[in-house]
Structures are given as structure tokens and as C-alpha cells.
């Protein structure tokens, strides 16, 4: 039975989501996808930590209420991709998240800095305990270091691999950028 896994590319307040199934051999792209992780008509919730232009977010009140409502969109995201037609019948065990950062944003000293470091941080959490809520296994990946990390992980040189996430982008509708072959290359390792 061909295994079938998520890679996302996790920006602020969306993800990107390419699903393929496939043994890793020959991998064969089921989807690609938008999930919002943030709603659409409240605006603030694009980047909650923030408060304006290089200004952070200093209401608690106002923050936990942008928190709840991201939480809220990451799960019922999933629950739709999960949905979705081109996943229907099959069941997705793996995924794995690019991300442009892990720090830690208490080590973050400049306040505008901290409110993105802080926005990564939350939306990686919500969309692994969104995912995770569905029996999904979650890893997680700084993007600097996927290409060595699939080199090794796939055998195969950067130029094999750019060619084979290349075909694989010409299968779908839609665009086929950087994001979407991050999203792409890390299904693909969990396969």
C-alpha cells in the first residue's frame, strides 16, 4: 500500500500543503493546498503579535483573543484538507513542516523581531497540534536545512532532486514556487 504524507511550508498565518502518496521511489503529488491558519476577515490575526507597523502587540487581552481564533482556523484547516477529495479513503500518518526559524523569541531582544519570531512559533504550534489531533506525526524543519537534510534522507544529488520535484510540480494546477517545493521535497522525505 503506497504511504501518503504532508509537507507544509508554514508562513504567516497560512501553510502551504503539497500531499503526496507514493513509495519515495516514485512519488506522486495528490494535492497541493492553501490552509489558513489565520481568518481571513479578521485581519489582525495575519500577524497577531503585531500592533501596527514595527510595533508589538502589548494587550494580553486582545492577544489570547487573536491566539484563540488562530487555534480555531489551524484545526478546522486541517479538518477540511483531511476532507478534501484528493485525500479521500487514504490515511496520512506523516508530515512534515518547514519553517524559516525556531528561535526561541524570549532570546529576542528587538520587540518587532520578537512579534515575528513569536508569529513562527505559534503557527508552527497550531498547525502540529492541529495535525496532530488527526493521529498525523509531525517533524519539523528549518528550511536552510532541508536540502542537506534530503540529500542525505533520499540519496540522491540536489540536481536529482530538483529535477524530480520539477516534474512532479508540472502534475498540479496552481503555482509551483519556492514554498511549494519545500512543502514538496519535505512530503517527500516522509514517505
Known sequence: MNRVALGCRVKSGYAIVVALSGPASAPVVLARRIVELSDPAVPETRQPYHD???KQEGDPGELARRVRIVERCA???IASLLKDDCLAGLRCRHAYLVVGSVIDPSRVGNL????HASEGQLFRTVL???LRA?????EVVVEKTLPALAIKALRRTQVEIARTVG???RTVAGPWRVEEKAACVAAWLML
Open 128 to 130: 502540529v497540534d492541529a
Open 134 to 138: 488527526h493521529e498525523i506525526e509531525c
Open 112 to 115: 518587532h523581531i520578537r512579534a
Open 167 to 169: 516534474a512532479l510540480g
Open 52 to 54: 501596527g507597523f514595527y
Open 75 to 77: 484545526n478546522r484547516s
